[in-house]
């Protein structure tokens, strides 16, 4: 098995490419070892020294360390990686589910739905690309609350995106909207 590694926009992000599907719908984030329990493969890669976050997409793992350094670190995020799946078990233990708990008054369904297809057609893939994704968390007042994962959380770059990418594309198909926040 080969596994390929990309950088991401986060310096403390890499991106595992496995070539093989790692979750076959949505993402899933873990931010402490306590939420890695529902994933055996999270679990392996907290056990890591210096690991402080794991993310999944469709076909990729991004992990973000903490303090380790990446020639150090990288190795054993790899073989974590390879046993996982040469070992045939699964990604997620049961129907583990993220937390989706979106707000927005009913009166906004059309604008919502609108922000949810702009978010899905042209800025997920982007994003995904770079080893994250951004998810939509709630719609008030004129402004867009979005969850940011993966690469994303924390990257030095995100503010940029939310700000002059993310929120200008809105800005320009929806009136209502007047700014983009980090949920």
Known sequence: MFIQTEATPNPSTLKFVPG?????????????????????LAEALFSIPGVSSVFFGSDFVTVTKDG??????????????????TSGAPI???????????????GDSQTVATIKELLETRVRPAVANDGGDITFKGF???????NMKG??????????T??????????????????????
């Open 20 to 40: 093989r599907t790692v979750l076959a719908e949505g993402t899933r984030e873990f931010r402490t070892a306590t939420d890695a329990t529902q994933s055996p």
């Open 68 to 85: 380790a350094e990446w020639p150090h670190l990288k190795p054993a995020v790899l073989g974590a990686i390879m046993e996982h799946f």
């Open 92 to 106: 997620l233990k049961g129907e583990a589910e993220e937390d989706a708990d979106e707000f927005f008054d009913a």
């Open 140 to 146: 008030k007042d004129g402004i867009v609350y979005l």
């Open 151 to 160: 690469a994303c959380a924390g990257c030095p770059s995100s503010t940029a």
């Open 162 to 183: 939310l700000r002059h990418g993310i929120q200008n594309l809105l800005r320009h198909f929806i009136p209502e909207v007047q700014e983009v926040r980090a949920a």
